[in-house]
């Protein structure tokens, strides 16, 4: 357990608030696009001339392929790097041991995870020993270097994998940088410190994506190359870069109504034309082959506008409508069980056939409305029961004595 009392020489800025309820909705935005984009991808017909999409429309196709996996990084990133953050830079909070951060992670991500590859792994081996080295790929979270099965079973799940990395890498380089931002007396250097690791984080996929691309010729079809931890942990570095951010301002520097209106709008503004120009390009094109990294820092800004204003824009309130911090709270169970969910109605008949523009909007309708109910009950009877095991650890993450007279 690290603990760090804060420099008596400098005064803090009063700690940041996460916002959870914004960042609940924005979760929610986020998980339903998800879904609805899988389903654009199951309705692309291939022929002879290549692919064609539901609705030949390219405002429509850039809208709904406006990849959101890097919002998913850059917030998860931010919310765990937070202690960190305060912790490195005014010595302030306490920051988890490792063995407790990943006991809670695990509690958090294996209950639901492991049910669902079981159960969509065994209903597509019904005869044993069928794919095992599938299943052991994906129980291990090691499918991600697999180019054949990085998408089997559970397609959406490598994400996953690289949130385990990015675990990995958050409590191996966390308490080194708290130890390191000891050493130095002023708070600017520290932040500059911070600032600068998260840049370097951010850096390195970046520079393996340039090599790979335009050194080596890699395709991009070569899915580890690029969908691998070297390549994708730039939404991580973001999401850690926002977190120093937001720490080193404190509760200067807010951002009034009409500047985090526009900031938003800017950068929701070129996310489309982000994922249009990258749509229109081809996969090979430049803005595909950076669109994940570029797409980071556009998140950055959006989360940023959205969790340092002083007075919430009246659009930020619908951030924390029932319905949608609902979704939120079921996002995760949602995004496991979407594409099973999918591909059983698809495979079964129960979706509309390809070809047709009204065809597609029913599809979408109802993969989002069953895929709803299965993650709803998975939340309260999996991924719920499953989050109460964190009551086995007390404040200071050691077991608690139930027994004890």
């Not at 960042?23 to 998980?31: E, I, S, T």
């Not at 850039?62 to 490195?88: G, H, K, N, Q």
């Not at 081809?282 to 803005?287: A, K, Q, R, V």
């Not at 556009?298 to 911090?325: D, K, Y």
Request: glycine residues 8%; aromatic residues 12%.
């Amino acid at each position: 357990m690290t603990v760090m009392t804060a420099p008596p020489t400098e005064a803090r800025p009063t700690r940041k608030r996460t916002r959870t309820q914004e960042l609940q909705g924005v979760r929610g935005l986020a998980a339903l696009s998800t879904v609805a984009f899988h389903v654009w991808q199951q309705y692309y017909v291939y022929d002879a001339t290549g692919g064609h999409p539901p609705v030949e429309n390219p405002h429509l196709a850039a809208l709904l392929s406006l990849e959101v996996i890097d919002l998913f990084f850059v917030m998860s990133a931010y919310l765990l790097t937070l202690p960190y953050a305060r912790a490195a830079i005014d010595g302030e909070g306490t920051v988890r041991t490792g063995r407790d951060f990943l006991f809670r992670r695990a509690i958090r991500i294996l209950p639901v995870y492991v049910v669902a590859v079981l159960v969509v792994w065994a209903s597509r081996n019904p005869t044993l020993p069928g794919d095992w080295r599938d299943l052991l790929e994906h129980l291990t979270f090691t499918h991600i270097f697999d180019r054949e099965r990085i998408f089997y079973t559970l397609g959406p799940t490598w994400s996953l994998s690289l949130e385990i990395s990015f675990y990995l890498v958050l409590i191996a380089l966390g308490p080194v940088v708290i130890r390191a931002c000891r050493r130095l007396t002023t708070r600017r250097a520290r932040i500059t410190a911070c600032a600068a690791g998260c840049a370097a984080l951010y850096a390195l996929p970046l520079a393996w994506i340039s090599v790979a691309h335009y050194t080596l010729g890699i395709p991009h079809t070569d899915w580890p190359v690029y969908f691998g931890p070297q390549a994708r942990f730039g939404g991580f570095a973001a999401g850690m870069g926002l977190a120093v951010l937001l720490v080193a301002l404190g509760d200067r520097g807010r951002l009034g109504v009409r500047t985090a209106t526009v900031l938003a709008a800017t950068a929701a503004t070129a996310l489309y034309g982000l994922s249009y120009t990258a749509h229109a390009t081809g996969p090979e094109g430049f803005w595909r082959t950076y669109y994940h990294p570029m797409a980071a820092v556009l998140w950055f800004v959006l989360l940023h506008a959205i969790l340092h204003n002083s007075v919430q824009p009246r659009w930020q309130g619908a951030l924390r409508a029932r319905w949608l911090t609902a979704v939120g709270l079921i996002s995760y169970s949602l995004y496991i069980w979407h594409e099973p969910v999918m591909l059983f109605l698809y495979d079964t008949g129960l979706l509309p056939s390809e070809g047709s523009r009204p065809g597609f909007a029913l599809a979408v309708v109802i993969v989002t409305a069953m895929a709803l109910l299965t993650a709803t009950v998975s939340y309260w009877v999996v991924e719920y029961p499953g989050s109460l095991l964190a009551r086995a650890r007390d404040r200071r993450g050691s077991p608690r004595d139930f027994y004890s007279s």
